[in-house]
């Protein structure tokens, strides 16, 4: 599929929920098109394509990047590293704290997911503020392993998230 007809496969199957999770946030849903195993399978199909015999690990950010990163993953016969949100990982983790467009989170990465070396993928459904996805990054950095880029379904344009990634490589499928 090519990139502007995926682009408006991923629209149509996005969902604005005003108010949520806090007034005056309208957060992008994704659920629709977890649901549509036909955008889901030329969403993991576009990554392979961009990705293989370029990464040797896939992380994916808690939830939703788990969902695409374990998919991805799988079809490119790598890894797969989840970045959760802080006190749910059971082994020794490092940390990493970071601002929201509407509060503060803190996510964790087990110390010993990745090698000194590996190319990883750090995979997740939105870049909005860009936080997240600077926070991941530095988790991954720590393990010792190089992030090769950020790849996301969904960039909304208007707030910056991609100025907080630095020298890192993003990739959207859909710029809104």
């Avoid at 994704?30 to 370029?54: K, Q």
């Avoid at 991805?72 to 059971?90: E, M, Q, S, T, Y």
């Avoid at 989170?105 to 995979?123: A, F, K, P």
């Amino acid at each position: 599929m090519d990139r502007d007809a995926l682009a408006a496969l991923i629209a149509s199957r996005l969902r604005d929920v005003p108010d949520f999770p806090k007034p005056g946030v309208v957060f992008k849903d994704f659920t629709p098109l977890l649901a549509d195993p036909v955008a889901m399978r030329a969403i993991v199909d576009d990554a392979v394509a961009r990705y293989s015999g370029e990464v040797d690990v896939i992380a994916g950010i808690e939830a939703r990047g788990f969902m695409i990163g374990t998919a991805v993953a799988v079809a490119l016969g790598v890894p797969f590293v989840p970045i959760r949100k802080k006190g749910k990982l059971p082994a020794a983790t490092f940390t990493a704290s970071y601002d929201l467009e509407y509060g503060t989170e803190t996510i964790e990465v087990h110390q010993d997911s990745c090698r000194e070396g590996q190319r990883v993928l750090v995979m997740d459904d939105v870049l909005a503020t860009g936080g997240t996805a600077a926070a991941a990054c530095e988790l991954i950095e720590r393990t010792g392993a190089q992030v090769v880029a950020l790849d996301v379904v969904c960039e909304i344009g208007f707030l910056r998230g991609r100025e907080r990634l630095g020298g890192h490589r993003v990739r959207s499928l859909l710029s809104i």
